[in-house]
């Protein structure tokens, strides 16, 4: 028998409530937050706690990306999880693998680095935005864009200067790596943290004053002064780094897509 849904609103919206409701459950999103309902977690879960700090930042410390050069193979792993969790654009990277050449003729070195945002003490992309879409938590230390407020100005893109924010042009605004903030406030491990086959990357804290004191003895071959900004992200290795090497596009032009200026926005 054909029952006429129009002629029955409240039974309509019902119908429409639960199709909504089901959609949802099947998105990754959905999906993983009913898996943890059940307590259906893959077997090496467990080993998630190793890769992040069990205790919360105390005062003078916060968050930061713990990197073993030693590990890191540059398999991408990490930017696909990162790209697949956080639902980017196609053409959208928030984690970024590249390589570093230097040396000499006789011993050439060849590094391979696994970068995000660095959630720096001082950030410059939060000092450069007119409209405050920038946050540092005061207790984490994690640096949160707020999409709502972005006016898409970029000016920082140009503050920052190890090239992590990124402008989405489908969407008129900047974004960037938050370090998975949700899943660190429930416990799990970021999406790159996870996905790594090596380990290579962990979550650790780090004390700030420490950060301020090792910034004036460098921070990573070929990266920019981090004096400037304090980078938090610590990149550790057992090797004798030579201070030549430079990342494998450093001579490459890379003009800036054009844009009105601000007082236009």
């Known amino acids: 028998m054909f029952t006429d849904l129009s002629a029955q609103p ?20 959905g999906q993983l937050s009913r898996k943890h309902e059940r307590h259906d977690l ?7 706690r190793d890769l992040i700090s069990l205790s919360s930042p105390q005062a003078g410390e916060q968050y930061a990306f ?7 193979t540059g398999c991408k792993a ?19 693998v590249g390589v ?8 050439p070195v060849q590094q391979t680095v696994t970068t995000a945002c660095h959630h720096c003490l001082d950030p410059a992309c939060m000092n450069g935005c007119p409209v405050e879409a ?33 402008y989405s042009k489908k969407r008129g605004i900047v974004r960037k790596c938050d370090m998975c903030s949700s899943r660190l406030a429930a416990g799990e491990a970021p999406a790159c943290v996870q996905a790594c086959p090596n380990k290579a990357i962990r979550i650790t804290l780090v004390d700030k ?12 071959p070929g990266a920019p002064d981090p004096d400037y900004t304090l980078p938090a992200t610590q990149y550790r290795t057992s090797e004798s780094l030579p201070g030549n090497l430079r990342p494998g ?11 009105p200026p601000l007082p236009l926005r």
């Open 134 to 166: 920038y946050h540092k938590d005061p207790v984490t230390g994690i640096v949160r864009h707020l999409d709502d407020q972005c006016i898409g100005c970029q000016y920082c893109i140009w503050k920052c200067p190890y090239d992590v924010p990124k």
């Open 66 to 72: 713990a990197v073993d050069l030693d590990t890191c």
């Open 100 to 107: 570093l050449f230097g040396g000499t003729m006789a011993e």
């Open 78 to 96: 990490c930017v696909t999880a990162f790209h697949n969790l956080n639902g980017l654009d196609e053409e959208e990277t928030w984690r970024d």
């Open 10 to 29: 409240g039974l309509h919206r019902a119908l429409i409530d639960d199709l909504l409701s089901e959609q949802q459950l099947l998105t990754p999103v």
């Open 209 to 220: 004053k420490r950060v301020k004191l090792e910034s004036k003895g460098g921070f990573l």
């Open 42 to 48: 893959p077997a090496q879960a467990k080993y998630y």
């Open 249 to 259: 596009d450093f001579f490459k032009i890379k003009p800036e897509h054009s844009h």
